[in-house]
T-cell receptor
């Protein structure tokens, strides 16, 4: 069974540009969530999508957006990049059945903004 | 507002000793609580999740955590540490806030296992 795939794995952009990151969840998982990890701010929750709808979101500015497609693949977009957006962006896919939840993370996309 | 406090950014234990990683949370509504592990240069992995079904939660790799509402704690334990347990551990709380479920992570605890 294939794991969570994130592309690209590494990315270098300059300030003011925009970037799109992709996440392919585990087959059968309909929930995808995104997280940002930086040395200074630690782990922060960005948003969660389920069946193409944003269900939950964190406290990030509107420059951070996402979407989910009918095949559950998700994309995250960051517009007008700032130096502080340099981070490891993690995607996770989840399968929830009652109280049980299995969640698997991808390897992340490391974004460097120059 | 919700928050998570992990006491001790670094914890060292001897191989075979008890592992105890502390997590205290605050939440104005009943929360879901999580422990995650991140091995060096790897992604995150969900260790266990508390959902109110049972206060003692068993996770993978022999870890367990107990939810104590009166102490607002969700400490992670393992009876006997293995070298392979060396990693960074994150506690997280997920609760409803402003119409959404928000997830807040602790700052992490790096576990060192001494042979």
């Amino acid at each position: 069974k294939a794991g969570v795939t994130q592309t690209p794995r590494y990315l270098i952009k300059t300030r003011g540009q925009q970037v799109t990151l992709s996440c392919s969840p585990i087959s059968g998982h309909r929930s995808v969530s995104w997280y940002q990890q930086t040395p200074g701010q630690g782990l922060q929750f960005l948003f969660e999508y389920f069946s193409e709808t944003q269900r939950n979101k964190g406290n990030f500015p509107g420059r951070f957006s996402g979407r989910q497609f009918s095949n559950s693949r998700s994309e995250m977009n960051v517009s007008t990049l700032e130096l502080g957006d340099s981070a490891l962006y993690l995607c996770a896919s989840s399968l929830k059945t009652g109280y049980q939840e299995t969640q698997y993370f991808g390897p992340g996309t490391r974004l460097l903004v120059l | 507002a919700q928050s998570v406090t992990q006491l001790g950014s670094h914890v060292s234990v001897s191989e075979g000793a008890l592992v105890l990683l502390r997590c205290n949370y605050s939440s104005s509504v009943p929360p879901y609580l999580f422990w995650y592990v991140q091995y060096p240069n790897q992604g995150l992995q969900l260790l266990l999740k508390y959902t109110s079904a049972a206060t003692l939660v068993k996770g993978i790799n022999g870890f367990e955590a107990e939810f104590k509402k009166s102490e607002t704690s969700f400490h992670l334990t393992k009876p006997s540490a293995h070298m392979s347990d060396a990693a960074e551990y994150f506690c997280a709380v997920r609760a409803h806030s402003g119409g959404y479920q928000k997830v807040t992570f602790g700052t992490g605890t790096k576990l060192q296992v001494i042979p």
